[in-house]
């Protein structure tokens, strides 16, 4: 790329700054201006999607000779309109990266060196082991709570990553994966939004970010908790601060005052991990002060059914708790149902046992004096934030990972739930909640199932509870074996039939009390069970929380496969600076993939938008795109396997792979989208799927997205009917082109909009149809309302309704099968404060023992290398997360000079009153310790994190940015080697926002 260091701090707006930048973007007539010089003429320009923060935005790039020449904002794009961060725009020194891995690489056993191999040799090598540890620790059978079963699967072998690869090629990684029969399958969302899906949809129904950024611009009030938009999603902030030349307000609460609060009209800052106590107030208080959209919830929501009598909730703890296993048996969480074993509704909203009544006893004890002695907020700031919370409507909910990554992360989203149902915020316009993904694919990797507990499209995986066909239909539902069914024909083809239930039985079977996450994977590495990793685009060696334990895991295993743009940490952990390569006997396989520029396919954003990215430069070197990669990986499997008779090879013979070599990518993304196999046509949408084999779908969220033979990710129609921000003929939303989801919510039970001004969908009695500027989420657009079918604001939860109780409830069909049933949290139907598993200070809404911190919480698993740090040891709470210039583990950021120029080094922030306790002045090196680790770095003295007072006792707040490791341009400790490896016990996201620490001069 022609632009110079000079042109580049010129256009990011970044002369002169320091540490860190605001970020909101450069636009697009600046960029235009700097274009001039760069001798375009002649060039290619190819448009594609940005590689980092999952906002989406589209770039413009130009190719000459082969080569990248200039990379810029596009225009048209809605989400950034031109616009692109110094992230964004600083990626256009990747194409030509010095730095980048250009052959495949072989580092042998004890070897302290990589050799440089020919592709053939590298695929024969990661192919061979992999077959090697499956082959070798083949699970046929195991026992489980005292029943043999036939689990067919291994625990030797683990694949990780998908977050920065196309849809296509998560698709491929997870058909190979399932295939071999691995269970330990995991991508970047563990670690940054895993909680997301379970609390979104035991309220909705599903799992995603409900609106679209679009739609920002219709709120009055955005309320951004847990996330420093203005740094990782900048063009995130760029919608909100079109709602702010609107007019809407903007709070921002938080551990410490950051770029973000800048430009908030309100800022409160509280303890890290303390959020449900200060949602749990504002519940409340509109409950007390009849604040909720009275109507709304009558409609849409679960407030007036009844609870059983026997579900009950003391000092903590939910009724069903079972403390040897710290499991609850979720029974007594149900409705009083009828004879027709529906949910019972009463009549006056607070009758005895009602969800409503049930829910003001239990937030009631969220008071003033007790949520401010927990957050360390004022009391008079608490009552501001709910006052304002009530003040306006719509309000949007904004977060990341300062509400996921918690051991309560699943419950402190499901507050916002609750807030957006109560005041009638969820499937509005200018309303919704907006999940902030951080990587550019981490939707889709969860999409496509990349986790242990999912396969495509968020349908369960067996477990010995539903091991076979029938089993599965009765805990899951009738609704979704439907989906089960097509993503089966697209696996297995002909063989898939109604007779051999569909090929289900090749797919292995997991055991449901084992930790099949990332986190439980290096911990039995560590134990000597797993052998082979299979990493695509992931860093764990710098990303996992308690990363001493990762490393220790990979030093055991016998071959680790890489496929990465650059040799990151986790490739070469072997040369890890202080040991002895050696010692270390793990083989490592590198394959060089090119970067996104470099290759075309899908991918999805934040608010679900599925959008196509061009083939830019030619592949630096010989690296290759990672769906080439995967072809070659997976047919050399296939060979190794050709002859074999082994009824455990079955699957691998069946896996359908028919993707030619020039279209790989559309051949896949078709399969995805579905035929109707009696005439061979792609299907237009979910409803034409059927579940008598007569249809494939390789993921059914997605059908449509190549609907009438057209592919409309490619789309960039720029028609806005209604004039709502939605653009629905731009790229293509999941699901059904759907952008508001919930919509239906948005009208009465005529289905008329109740607010005229911001209609966005409506029934149309002339046309007997479901009509809007959006798609109607309704499941049939001809179902009239005061129908059952076009009466179901959220049609996608067993009852139909919005979930403000989140009651262990199955919907069945007349003839008593299961036809749908709702997510329950398992620690709890409602939101309950915790501590976290490190905590300064006792819990003040407990007195039991068992619920200082969530009671599902298992932690140690391994003690001795997994420590409960105290506060008389460890006195000070840390919070970790990214800023601008840097990203995830930073393979890609600290090999760009411009970013490292910015930010050149890790560094811990800390107050003025910290500092002056500590003796430290700014720049000083500082020793951060924790019960896992030590790193050195910076001290940065702020008046950013202030001192608050916790139960009557001073308490400092130090916070470090996490994106450094050995490797690349930027070299620097790795943060997490301190933090802390407790797990949300729904889906084993770390605790990454609070553990304790120490920290002295160095
Ligand atoms: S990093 Fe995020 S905000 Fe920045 S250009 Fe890329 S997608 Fe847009």
Redesign the pocket.
């Known amino acids: 790329m022609n632009l110079t260091r000079r042109d580049f701090l010129k256009t990011t707006g970044l002369t002169g700054v320091g540490l860190a930048l605001a ?1 909101l ?1 450069l636009d697009m007539p600046k960029v235009k201006a700097a274009a001039k010089d760069f001798k375009l003429k002649g060039a290619r320009e190819f448009t594609s ?9 589209g ?1 413009i790039g130009y190719v000459k000779e082969g080569k990248l020449i200039n990379l810029e ?1 596009a225009s048209d794009n809605p ?2 309109r031109g ?7 600083g ?1 256009g020194q990747i194409p030509n990266s010095d730095q980048r891995a250009k052959k495949p690489l072989y580092r042998a056993p004890g070897s302290d060196h990589w050799e440089e191999i020919s592709w053939d040799e590298a695929i024969d090598k990661a192919a061979r082991a992999m077959k090697k540890a499956r082959d070798e620790n083949w699970k046929q059978t195991e026992v489980i709570n005292g029943e043999t079963v036939d689990v067919h699967r291994t625990d030797a072998l683990g694949f990780i990553g998908g977050s920065q690869i196309n849809n296509e090629e998560c698709y491929q990684n997870i058909k190979m994966a399932r295939a071999l029969g691995v269970t330990y399958i995991d991508n970047q969302t563990r670690v940054c939004h895993a909680t997301t899906p379970p609390a979104m949809n035991a309220a909705f129904g599903r799992g995603a970010m409900t609106n679209h950024w679009g739609d920002l611009k219709h709120s009055k009030l955005i309320w951004i908790e847990g996330s420093n938009i203005a740094e990782c ?4 902030l760029k919608n909100v601060m079109k709602a702010k030349n609107n007019g809407a307000k903007i709070v921002h609460v938080d551990v410490r005052y950051t770029r973000t609060s800048k430009i908030a009209d309100y800022f409160f800052q509280l303890r890290p991990g303390t959020d449900i106590a200060f949602l749990g107030y504002i519940i409340s208080h509109i409950i007390e002060n009849k604040k909720y959209d009275e109507d709304y919830i009558r409609r849409n929501t679960n407030a007036y059914c009844i609870l059983r009598d026997d579900y009950k909730f003391e000092e903590g703890i939910f009724s069903g708790y079972d403390a040897e296993k710290h499991k609850y048996n979720m029974e007594t969480w149900g409705y009083a149902l009828g004879p027709d074993k529906k949910p019972q509704k009463a009549n006056d909203l607070f009758a005895p046992n009602t969800v409503m009544s049930r829910m003001k006893e239990h937030f009631s004890r969220y008071t003033l004096d007790k949520v401010s002695g927990i957050t360390g907020m004022s009391k008079e700031d608490i009552e501001l934030a709910a006052k304002i919370f009530c003040e306006y409507s719509p309000t949007v909910m904004m977060y990341a990972l300062g509400m996921t990554q918690h051991t309560v992360g699943v419950e402190n989203i499901r507050c916002f739930t609750i807030l957006q149902l109560l005041r009638g915020n969820i499937g509005v316009p200018g309303g919704g909640i907006d999940a902030m993904r951080g990587q ?1 694919n981490v939707q889709a990797s969860t999409d496509f199932g990349i986790m242990f507990q999912y396969l495509p499209g968020y349908l369960s995986f067996p477990t010995e509870k539903t091991n076979t066909l029938e089993k599965w239909t009765k805990a899951s539902g009738t609704f979704r074996a439907k989906w089960l069914k097509n993503m089966l024909k697209a696996w297995f083809g002909d063989y898939a039939t109604p007779e051999n239930d569909f090929g289900f039985n090749l797919i292995g079977v997991r055991n449901s009390s084992h930790n099949d996450s990332i986190y439980g994977l290096f911990e039995d590495a560590y134990r000597g069970t797993v052998k082979c990793l299979y990493l695509c685009g992931q860093n764990p060696h710098v990303t996992n929380a308690n990363a001493g334990m990762v490393h220790d895991g990979l030093c055991k295993m016998d071959t680790v496969i890489a496929q990465d743009i650059f040799v990151n940490e986790t490739a070469e952990f072997w040369n890890r600076p202080g040991d002895n390569p050696a010692d270390i006997k793990t083989e490592v396989i590198f394959l060089p993939a090119c970067s996104y520029l470099e290759r075309r396919g899908t991918i999805t ?1 934040s608010m679900r938008m599925i959008q196509w990215r061009m083939e830019g430069p030619k592949p630096l070197g010989d690296s290759k795109p990672d769906y080439e990669i995967n072809n070659l990986l997976w047919r050399k499997i296939r060979e190794l396997y050709k002859d074999s008779t082994d009824s455990k090879d079955e699957i691998i013979k069946r896996m359908t792979w028919n993707y030619s070599d020039d279209h790989t990518v559309e051949d896949i993304l078709k399969e995805i989208n579905g035929y109707d196999l009696t005439t061979g046509k792609l299907v237009t949408g979910i409803g034409q799927l059927k579940d008598d084999g007569t249809t494939s779908s390789g993921m059914w969220i997605y059908a449509g997205v190549y609907g009438d033979g057209e592919h409309k990710a490619q789309r960039r129609g720029q028609e806005d009917e209604g004039g709502l921000g939605i653009y629905p003929n731009f790229g293509w939303t999941w699901p059904d082109n759907i952008h508001l989801l919930y919509n239906r919510a948005s009208c009465d039970e005529k289905g008329q909009p109740v607010d005229p001004d911001h209609k966005i969908v409506w029934w149309d009695a002339a046309k007997n149809r479901w009509e809007g500027y959006d798609v109607p989420d309704v499941g049939n657009r001809s179902a009239a309302p005061g129908t059952p079918d076009g009466n179901k604001p959220f049609r996608m939860t067993g009852e139909g309704y919005g979930r403000l109780f989140a009651a262990e409830y199955s919907d069945l069909n007349p003839n008593g099968m299961t036809r749908d049933h709702s997510y329950t949290p398992v620690d709890g139907p409602l939101p309950e404060f915790y501590e976290p598993v490190e905590s300064p200070t006792k819990n003040a809404l407990h007195t039991d023992e068992r619920a200082q911190f969530n009671p599902c919480v298992v932690y140690p698993r391994l003690p001795e290398k997994q420590r409960i740090g105290t506060k008389d040891e460890f006195p000070y709470v840390l919070c970790s997360s990214g800023i601008a210039e840097h ?1 995830c583990s930073g393979t890609v950021t600290r090999n760009i000079s411009w970013l490292n120029e910015l930010v050149k080094e890790p560094f811990v922030e800390m107050s003025h009153k910290l500092a002056d306790k500590l003796g430290v002045k700014i720049g000083d090196n500082v020793k951060v310790s924790s019960a896992r680790g030590n790193v050195t770095v910076k001290a940065m003295v702020t008046d950013r994190a202030q001192p608050l007072t916790i139960n009557g006792e001073e308490t400092h707040m130090v916070w470090m940015p996490y994106s450094w490791g050995f490797k690349g341009l930027s070299k620097g400790p790795s943060t997490n080697y301190i933090t802390i490896d407790a797990l949300d016990p729904n889906v084993q996201e770390q605790e990454f926002k609070a553990c304790l620490v120490n920290i002295a001069k160095a």
Request: net charge positive.
């Open positions: 970020g973007g999607i940005c590689h980092f923060c999952a906002c989406g935005c770039v904002g989400v950034n616009s692109l961060c110094s992230k964004g725009l990626y999603h900048p063009m995130g550019p954003n990203w």
